[in-house]
């Protein structure tokens, strides 16, 4: 194996090595966003009286059923 194919390898490695750290970082970024929202989100439902939050889970759940059965 010659010195310039080395040097391709460790370059090829290097690059992918960057393009994995970059993936992580906006994954992270990404997941830590989720956590805020979802906080932001219960902190929200969780200032609701009673009855106010029982209908909106209620219809957010509703939501959902609708969006499980058309996919069917």
């Not at 391709?8 to 970082?25: D, F, G, N, Q, S």
């Not at 966003?33 to 939050?53: G, K, S």
């Amino acid at each position: 194996m010659g010195s310039s194919t080395r040097i391709i390898r460790a370059v090829l490695l290097a690059a992918a090595a960057v393009v994995l750290a970059i993936a992580a970082a906006q994954l992270r970024d990404k997941r830590e966003t989720a956590e805020l929202t979802v906080e932001d989100i219960q902190e929200q439902l969780d200032a609701l009286d009673p009855a106010a939050r029982a209908a909106v889970i209620a219809a957010l759940s509703a939501d959902e059923v609708k969006k499980v059965r058309g996919r069917s």
